[in-house]
């Protein structure tokens, strides 16, 4: 079992940064890859980025390619989402996500309580 606990969510107005965190606690964090999720209002629950378990390979969602950045410390178990250019559209519930290396949820197992991101414009 992994659990998960993201922070660092907020208002922010448009062109803004926010850095999202996520703590992992019971099995080796390392052990998994980590992703994270968006999910709007009346959407569906969306990819938005994710990190192999080293650190040394990372993918992300084209809406948000060149202005988010995932990275994670496994010393001190725990990944990040750096947002920046932040446009009323990123406005969603951000979750944070631990499993197999990939875009698609159901390749993770284990799950945060989420953390809301609202972008004014």
């Known amino acids: 079992q992994v659990q998960l606990v993201e922070s660092g969510g907020g208002l922010v107005q448009a062109g803004g940064s926010l850095r999202l965190s996520c703590a992992a606690s019971?099995?080796?964090?390392?052990?998994?890859?980590m992703g994270w999720f968006r999910q709007a209002p009346g959407k569906e629950r969306k990819f938005v980025a994710a990190?192999?378990?080293?650190?040394?390979?990372?993918y992300y969602a084209d809406s948000v390619k060149g202005r988010f950045t995932i990275s994670r410390d496994n010393a001190k178990n725990t990944g990040y989402l750096q947002m920046n250019s932040l446009q009323p559209e990123d406005t969603a519930v951000y979750y944070c996500?631990?499993?197999?290396?990939?875009?698609?949820?159901?390749?993770?197992?284990?799950w945060g309580q989420g953390t809301q991101v609202t972008v004014s414009s």
């Open positions: 990190i192999n378990r080293s650190g040394t390979s990372t």
């Open positions: 019971g099995r080796t964090f390392s052990s998994y890859a």
């Open positions: 996500a631990a499993g197999q290396y990939g875009g698609s949820w159901p390749s993770y197992n284990y």
